[in-house]
């Protein structure tokens, strides 16, 4: 299968998009590019191969989940606030 200009018009037009013409002939340059490796993968023999969803069998390693107190650091958030009330930073209103 080959791309063709029309294929990226049609695409473009859906989507509607708009390019230059540089940019259609890159597009289907590369898209050409793209569909001939593809092409060369297809033709390997993966029958021995099994199908996985990840290449990499790892685990995430888990921990234990640990309660701590940690202090608050609102109060040095809190005071560079340009303005304040109580622990509240003061917005300008943004709906009438």
Known sequence: MKITREMIDHVAKLARLKFGERELE????QLNEILQYVEKLNELDTSGVPPTSHMFFEKTP???DKVRDV?????KLIENAPRREENFYVVPRVIE
């Open 71 to 75: 202090p608050s650091p609102t109060d």
């Open 62 to 64: 888990m921990r234990e």
């Open 26 to 29: 890159g597009f289907i340059s």
